[in-house]
């Protein structure tokens, strides 16, 4: 038996978290949180979507043709389709506006397509990308620095 229940797909950056207790980044509360910040890393194929987010089809494109990207949405989608299902699944990248919102809106589709309620919540997907250099993560726009 399909859940009947609406369920809330998050995505998220890890580097825009505050701070939990122990000093690591707490990310949104969910039934189930999926790290996609080492699995779904493919720096060739994404040099050509810096400059867009996971809601464009290109970026989406991209995700889907990571490998193990396949493999994790089928397993998500099932996951989400357990009699006693999830409520809420929270994605998160570095910056959250590739990998994890990507990922969601493609997780969002095929739930839609079993015949699921979804809602979508892109924490991120907005913010510009985070670039890491060695006296830590920035945005690419110095303006946001302060905004952080």
């Given at each position: 038996?399909?859940?009947?229940?609406?369920?809330?797909?998050?995505?998220?950056?890890?580097?825009?978290?505050?701070?939990?207790?122990?000093?690591?980044?707490?990310?949104?509360?969910?039934?189930?949180i999926?790290?996609?910040?080492?699995?779904?890393?493919?720096?060739?194929?994404?040099?050509?979507?810096l400059?867009?987010d996971?809601?464009?089809?290109?970026?989406?494109?991209?995700?889907?043709?990571?490998?193990g990207?396949?493999?994790?949405?089928?397993?998500?989608a099932?996951?989400?389709?357990?009699?006693?299902?999830?409520?809420?699944?929270?994605?998160?990248?570095?910056?959250?506006?590739?990998?994890?919102s990507?990922?969601?809106?493609?997780?969002?589709?095929?739930?839609?397509?079993?015949?699921?309620?979804?809602?979508?919540?892109?924490?991120?997907?907005?913010?510009?990308?985070?670039?890491?250099?060695?006296?830590?993560?920035?945005?690419?726009?110095?303006?946001?620095?302060?905004?952080?």
């Amino acid at each position: 038996m399909r859940p009947t229940h609406p369920i809330r797909l998050i995505s998220f950056g890890y580097l825009h978290l505050p701070a939990g207790p122990d000093g690591s980044p707490a990310p949104p509360a969910a039934d189930r949180i999926e790290d996609v910040r080492d699995r779904l890393r493919d720096p060739a194929a994404a040099r050509h979507i810096l400059d867009l987010d996971g809601l464009n089809p290109r970026v989406q494109d991209v995700v889907l043709n990571t490998p193990g990207a396949r493999e994790l949405l089928a397993n998500l989608a099932d996951y989400a389709d357990l009699p006693a299902g999830p409520s809420r699944i929270a994605i998160g990248c570095a910056g959250g506006r590739h990998r994890a919102s990507g990922l969601t809106e493609l997780l969002a589709r095929e739930l839609r397509d079993r015949g699921r309620e979804v809602v979508v919540e892109h924490l991120h997907a907005h913010l510009p990308r985070v670039l890491k250099t060695p006296a830590g993560p920035r945005t690419a726009n110095p303006e946001q620095e302060t905004a952080r």
